[in-house]
C-alpha cells in the first residue's frame, strides 16, 4: 500500500468546471474591487501573477511572495493597503462561486478510506490560491478540514512551486518524510497531476474527463507501467485500492 495518497482538487474531489468558474471569480472580484482598482487593469496583473507564481520551481520563495513581488507594484499598491480588502474578499464574497461547483460522486468515501487505513492523505490542488479559498472549496467537497484529518493542503502559503514542476511533488514528500516512489497522484489533468508526478516518481492515477483523451506524448518517457494505475472514477480507484492490487 501508499505512504500517501495525493489528491487533486477541481474535478477530482470537487465538480468544479473551470471555464466557468475562473471567468466568474474574476469577475466577482473586479465587482468587488470596483472604485479600487480599474477592472482590466486587475484581471492583467492577476495573471501576471499566476505567471510569476508558475515560474517558481521550487528553488525561490513561496508561491504567496512570488505573486506579492508583482500584483500590488502593478496595480500602484501595496499589499500593506489592499492585502486586508483581499482577505474580506474571501471572506464575504468568495462563498457565492460555490453555486458553480457540486460535491462529487465518491469523493468522500475515498478520502474516507484512506485515513481510516491510517494512510496520509494530501489536497494537492495548484497552489495558486490562498488556504481560505482552497478549505472553502473543500467545504463545497463536503471535505471540511475540521473534520477531515489531511496531512497537508498545498495553498500558495506553503508551497515553492506551482504543479507545472516536479518540484511541487517533491515538496510534498519531504514535507510528508515520505519516498515520493511509495506516493500515489489522483488527478484530472494531465499536464499538471500525472505528467510532473510521474516525473518526481510517484504512482498516478488518471480521473477520465468525458471526451478528454489521456496524452501519454506529453510524458518523458513512455510513461512506466509501474507508476501508472490506470484511469476512471474515483469508484473505480476506491475498488482497485480496497481490492489490494496495489501493493
Ligand atoms: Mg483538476
Known sequence: ?????LFDLDDTL????????????????????????????????????????DANDGTGPTNEEAFDAVFY?????????????????????????????RPLPGAVEI??????????????TNPLYPLTAIQQRLEWAKLPVSEFRFARVTSYENSHATKAHPAYYEEIAAVLGCDPRR????GDDWARDISPAVEAGLSVYWIEVPGDPPHPKDLPDPIPERQYLGQGSLRKLLQQLDGGKNG
Do not use: Q
Open 1 to 5: 500500500m501508499f505512504d500517501a495518497i
Open 73 to 101: 507594484a502593478g496595480l500602484g499598491s501595496t499589499k500593506e493597503a489592499l492585502g486586508p480588502v483581499f482577505e474580506r474578499f474571501y471572506a464575504e464574497e468568495y462563498g457565492k462561486l460555490r453555486s458553480y461547483t
Open 14 to 53: 470537487l465538480i468544479n468546471p473551470v471555464a466557468e468558474s475562473i471567468p466568474a471569480y474574476f469577475e466577482l472580484l473586479s465587482h468587488y474591487l470596483e472604485g479600487r482598482v480599474d477592472s482590466p487593469l486587475l484581471v492583467a496583473e492577476l495573471l501576471r501573477g499566476i505567471k510569476a507564481m
Open 183 to 186: 506516493c500515489l497522484m489522483v
Open 111 to 124: 478520502v474516507e478510506w484512506t485515513l481510516t487505513k491510517g494512510i496520509p492523505a494530501v489536497v494537492a
